[in-house]
Each structure stands twice: as structure tokens, then as C-alpha cells.
Nanobody, 113 residues
Framework: QVQLVESGGGLVQAGGSLRLSCAAS????????MGWYRQAPGKQRELVAS???????NYGDSMKARFTINRDNTENTLYLQMNSLKPEDTAVYYC???????WGQGLQVTVSS
């Protein structure tokens, strides 16, 4: 059974950091493009960052300066390091396998001012 399970979300003060993890199970994701998306209340889901099998990365607007995506293919895990968090980063964050269109269940990140 294919699963993408996110962890590491929660409540943080503005200026703080969080590291999200996405553990993939039921398949090997090393050859897949993986990514993080987020959806804030009342807004459309948007790309945060993606990473190709060769580690080429792509970031959404205004994300690159503060967020870093990486992957550990030996652990079948995707990461998102988020620094200098702002209240507008508050959203549900989703892990996605862009190659196979799998989605994680999402986890809440709340940044207080």
C-alpha cells in the first residue's frame, strides 16, 4: 500500500523554523519528482518546492530564500526546511509524488505573530 506520511508540523512563532518530513512507503520514490504544496484558508493550493531525482529543485514564488527542499533516497524520505517563518506561511502542507500523483494527508503549520 502506497503511503506518504508527513510529520514535523505544528505551532511556531514568527521568525522560527520547522522541518517537515514525508516518509514514503509501499514503493521506492528515488526515480520520482517529489514536492511540497500548501493550502492556506480560503486560498488555492500552491507549490512550495519540488525536487527531481537528480536533486534539481524548483521553488514557488518567494519560497526559495527561506525554504529548502531535499530528499534522502536511502530513507525514502522527503524534507522541507522552513526558516524565518511568517504568519502568512500558515497553511496545511502536503507532500506530493508528482510522478505518480500521490498525495500525503497534509499537516498543519501555524505561525503566530
Amino acid at each position: 500500500q502506497v503511503q506518504l506520511v508527513e510529520s514535523g508540523g505544528g505551532l511556531v512563532q514568527a521568525g522560527g523554523s520547522l522541518r517537515l518530513s514525508c516518509a514514503a512507503s509501499g514503493y521506492i520514490f528515488s526515480a520520482h519528482v517529489m514536492g511540497w504544496y500548501r493550502q492556506a484558508p480560503g486560498k488555492q493550493r500552491e507549490l512550495v518546492a519540488s525536487i527531481a531525482p537528480g536533486a534539481t529543485t524548483n521553488y514557488g514564488d518567494s519560497m526559495k530564500a527561506r525554504f529548502t527542499i531535499n530528499r534522502d533516497n536511502t530513507e525514502n524520505t522527503l524534507y522541507l526546511q522552513m526558516n524565518s517563518l511568517k504568519p502568512e506561511d500558515t497553511a496545511v502542507y502536503y507532500c506530493r509524488d508528482l510522478t505518480r500523483q500521490y498525495w500525503g494527508q497534509g499537516l498543519q503549520v501555524t505561525v503566530s505573530s
